[in-house]
């Protein structure tokens, strides 16, 4: 049987932390300029076919394929790290300075590859600059000055929405990740991981990495959206929303309720063994 069961996934889960946790910052640079880089051709794949159907189901369908290849090729990924290193320093295999460490190294390794993807996007899309009505490049301006100007626009308020969206999208993403530990073959891990993929990207929800492509490409196409309108009213606040839904409700939910029961059962055993040699 492929099938893993949960309590073995959580201590997959624990040995994957300690692994990404002690990854030299180059190896996080490149896997996290990677990861970053995949991600925008995800988003830019799920906006062609939505933009090619009138259907945006159909884009959330097909953007998981990217996510695959991230986790197929053990390539870093900062909010699938949110949810498995902690478990790692709670079992004190790793330091607090190596977790926060790795987020920071595979944060700025994002960021290159993410922004790399869209400056070469931008040229292929506008053939440097001689097409200004392109579709995708409508889209992506538009939806770069969604989940800033949006947010902006309802003030405070505009943050908790924000901050929650990132929540339930990281809910999903960790899952994504932790479901691929739940198969030993191929296509058992690109099947468990696609279904929390496509429910985070069909519903909009906000998801950090991919919003380090789309919104520095709808800036470099023309949006009217500033710096501080990237980090203020998105991508700290999504950081943030990302890193708490990743740590609580997949990496400590999973680990309490099933690490926990592992520990137990070799209590019991070696209560057994203990009576056993007793007698």
């Not at 196409?221 to 740590?247: C, E, K, M």
């Not at 997949?250 to 057994?272: E, I």
């Amino acid at each position: 049987m492929s099938f893993v069961r949960t309590d073995q996934v959580v201590q997959s889960m624990i040995e994957a932390g300690e692994a990404k946790a002690k990854l030299s910052v180059k190896d996080m640079l490149i896997r996290g300029g990677l990861a970053g880089a995949l991600l925008g051709f995800g988003t830019t794949l799920a906006f062609t076919a939505e933009i090619q159907t009138g259907w945006g189901i159909f884009g959330a369908l097909l953007f998981p394929a990217c996510f695959v290849l991230v986790i197929l090729l053990g390539l870093e990924l900062v909010t699938g790290n949110f949810a498995l290193i902690p478990l790692a320093v709670l079992e004190k295999r790793v330091s607090f300075s190596q977790m926060l460490s790795n987020w920071f190294w595979v944060i700025v390794g994002h960021l290159i590859g993410a922004g790399l993807y869209a400056f070469l996007y931008v040229i292929a899309i506008t053939q440097l600059g001689h097409v200004t009505d392109n579709a995708i490049a409508t889209k992506i301006m538009a939806v770069a000055e969604a989940k800033t100007l949006m947010y902006a626009n309802l003030g405070s308020d505009g943050l908790i929405v924000v901050f929650v969206k990132a929540i339930l999208c990281n809910w999903m993403v960790t899952l994504g990740a932790v479901m691929a530990m739940t198969s030993t073959n191929t296509m058992g891990k690109i099947v468990a991981m696609w279904l929390p993929i496509l429910i985070f990207f069909a519903q909009g929800f906000e998801h950090a990495v991919v919003n380090m492509f789309v919104i520095p490409a709808g800036m470099m196409l023309g949006a009217d959206i500033t710096l501080a309108d990237w980090w203020l009213w998105n991508q700290l606040p999504v950081l943030f929303g990302n890193l708490a839904s990743g740590v609580v409700f997949t990496g400590l939910a999973l680990y309490y309720t099933h690490h926990k029961v592992k520990k137990k059962n070799r209590t019991v055993v070696s209560k057994k063994e203990e009576y056993i040699a007793e007698t």
